[in-house]
Nanobody
Framework: QVQLVESGGGLVQPGGSLRLSCAAS????????MAWYRQAPGKERELVAQ???????NYADSVKGRFTISRDNAKNTVYLQMNSLKPEDTAVYYC??????WGQGTQVTVSS
């Protein structure tokens, strides 16, 4: 059984920063993709950033230049560094492992 536990969400003012973490545990044979999604109220879940086993990174256009995805292989943990946050970044953020496993989500609220 694989579990993903996200942390690092919270309330931040516009222009501020947060770093989200997602730790994977359990029986994991291989990791070929880890990703962050988000879902705002009344909107569909959208891909924010993904990181493949080969090191490839992709970002949603709305976060390019502000968000950075990274991974600590030894800890099976993926991070999302979010800078210059905007109110429209407010959402529940979820991590995904291999398109198969999801975390419970962590709330990010950007507001003054």
């Amino acid at each position: 059984q694989v579990q993903l536990v996200e942390s690092g969400g919270g309330l931040v003012q516009p222009g501020g920063s947060l770093r989200l973490s997602c730790a994977a545990s359990g029986t994991i044979l291989s990791i070929w993709r880890m990703a962050w999604y988000r879902q705002a109220p009344g909107k569909e879940r959208e891909l924010v950033a993904q990181l493949t086993s080969g090191g490839g990174r992709n970002y949603a256009d709305s976060v390019k230049g502000r968000f950075t995805i990274s991974r600590d292989n030894a800890k099976n943990t993926v991070y999302l560094q979010m800078n210059s946050l905007k109110p429209e970044d407010t959402a529940v953020y979820y991590c995904d492992l291999n398109d198969a496993y999801w975390g419970q989500g962590t709330q990010v609220t950007v507001s003054s």
